[in-house]
């Protein structure tokens, strides 16, 4: 996103690979079709209205139920088990870490 609004699309597809820069152009008009659209109408007006507003302060309220089962599901997911794995192997990434989760 920063990217985007430094420079626009152009400049976010300069900047990346021509790799990513292809998909965008190949697998975009897949993922961001009247589909996806529609969701994110319905996604907005969700917020407008006050339902997300509503079902948020409710988890909340519950103590995080879903949240707290989706984090965990993430976390057992292969993606994340493996790319632990794979930085555990790569040094340099832990002593750049952006985020401090030991003070969570």
């Known amino acids: 996103m920063d990217l985007i ?3 626009g699309i152009a400049n976010m597809n ?3 690979s021509n790799n990513a820069e292809y998909g965008e152009y190949v697998t975009g008009p897949e993922v961001i079709n009247e589909q996806s659209r529609a969701a994110m109408r319905n996604a907005l007006k969700r917020i407008q209205n006050g339902d997300y507003a509503k079902m948020f302060i409710l988890e909340g ?3 995080y139920p879903s949240m707290t089962a989706r984090r965990r599901n993430t976390a057992d997911h292969q993606i994340e088990v493996v790319g632990a794995q ?3 192997m790569m040094p340099w990434i832990a002593k750049n870490k ?3 989760q030991t003070r969570n």
Do not use: C
Request: hydrophobic share 35%.
């Open 5 to 7: 609004y430094e420079g």
């Open 14 to 16: 300069y900047s990346i």
């Open 61 to 63: 309220r519950t103590g």
């Open 86 to 88: 794979l930085r555990a």
């Open 98 to 100: 952006l985020v401090d």
